[in-house]
T-cell receptor
Framework: KQEVTQIPAALSVPEGENLVLNCSFT??????LQWFRQDPGKGLTSLLL?????REQTSGRLNASLDKSSGRSTLYIAASQPGDSATYLC???????????FGTGTRLLVSP | SAVISQKPSRDICQRGTSLTIQCQVD?????MFWYRQQPGQSLTLIAT?????????ESGFVIDKFPISRPNLTFSTLTVSNMSPEDSSIYLC???????????FGPGTRLTVT
């Protein structure tokens, strides 16, 4: 059964900093991994989907990397802004299924 | 992407009653899922809503408590039955257009049971 851990649990930084959010998972036999953000009391917004054949995926100031062999993914946020404040969730699927397994997230606060 | 709406957006219900949550997608999708997010927790999958057949439930969730319908490829409902305060959560539906593709989430339904 897939288990997901995200570090750090919370992060508070001043605007402009570059950030690294870490995700580790126990079952490396995945075909993709998705990163989401969740604003308080809201649904999830898909940020990036990285396929198992890819090592990186980029969207604007966001860059996600995937290392299946070590069971790790990293979300890099460049030049952080107050609007980036949210909880970031990593979600690989359960082995052989399309069902996502969520970590507990990293709560990010970017101060002006 | 996909445009997903959920109704209601929030509700306050009394213990012992039931609430049906609707999920509507702007176009046909292969997979629809229902998740629960308890206060301060991450998301847990309740079930996969299968079009034309019974939903597939995850361990710890049963059909009598969470009956699900999916009459077509754009619509699904989740009912939370015989509610107790422990059912207070955000309930979210998600969709996947094609197997192994990106999943998209609805805005969620915030349920409070008193």
């Amino acid at each position: 059964k897939q288990e997901v851990t995200q570090i750090p649990a919370a992060l508070s930084v001043p605007e402009g900093e570059n950030l690294v959010l870490n995700c580790s998972f126990t079952d490396s036999a995945i075909y993709n991994l998705q990163w989401f953000r969740q604003d308080p009391g809201k649904g999830l917004t898909s940020l990036l989907l990285i396929q198992s054949s890819q090592r990186e995926q980029t969207s604007g100031r966001l860059n996600a990397s995937l290392d299946k062999s070590s069971g790790r993914s990293t979300l890099y946020i460049a030049a952080s802004q107050p609007g980036d404040s949210a909880t970031y969730l990593c979600a690989p699927p359960n082995t052989g299924f399309q069902k996502l397994v969520f970590g507990t997230g990293t709560r990010l606060l970017v101060s002006p | 992407s996909a445009v997903i709406s959920q109704k209601p957006s929030r509700d306050i219900c009394q213990r012992g009653t039931s609430l049906t949550i609707q999920c509507q997608v702007d176009s046909q999708v292969t997979m629809m899922f229902w998740y629960r997010q308890q206060p301060g927790q991450s998301l847990t999958l309740i079930a996969t809503a299968n079009q034309g057949s019974e939903a597939t439930y995850e361990s710890g969730f049963v059909i009598d408590k969470f009956p699900i319908s999916r009459p077509n490829l754009t619509f699904s409902t989740l009912t939370v039955s015989n509610m107790s305060p422990e059912d207070s959560s955000i309930y979210l539906c998600s969709v996947e257009r094609s197997p192994g593709g990106e999943q998209y989430f609805g805005p969620g339904t915030r349920l409070t049971v008193t």
